[in-house]
């Protein structure tokens, strides 16, 4: 089993920075495929950002250039920075490993505010 335990979450201002830690424990490797989606209420889960076993990002249009997805291997760990709030980016956030049928943290919330 894989246990993904987020941080960082809190709240912003519009136009502030964020960054998420998801730290990973169990049976993982650092170079597993690993992502983060968010879920806002009322609305259906989707993907921000995932980094692939060779460190390669794929963003969502809506976060482009604004979040930067990351891996520290050596604390078997992912990071979002999320810079440029926006209110619609108000959300739970949650990492995810992509090894086998996939594993979910519980979220870390974050609160924009305009």
């Known amino acids: 089993q894989v246990q993904l335990v987020e941080s960082g979450g809190g709240l912003a201002q519009a136009g502030g920075s964020l960054r998420l830690s998801c730290v990973a424990s169990?049976?993982?490797?650092?170079?597993?495929?690993m992502g983060w989606y968010r879920q806002a209420p009322g609305k259906e889960r989707e993907l921000v950002a995932t980094i692939s076993g060779r460190d390669s990002p794929i963003y969502a249009d809506s976060v482009k250039g604004r979040f930067t997805i990351f891996r520290d291997s050596a604390k078997n760990a992912i990071y979002l920075q999320m810079n440029n709030l926006k209110p619609e980016d108000t959300a739970v956030y949650y990492c995810?490993?992509?090894?086998?049928?996939?594993?979910w943290g519980k979220g870390t919330q974050v609160t924009v505010s305009s």
């Open positions: 169990g049976s993982t490797s650092s170079r597993n495929g």
């Open positions: 995810c490993d992509f090894q086998g049928l996939g594993s």
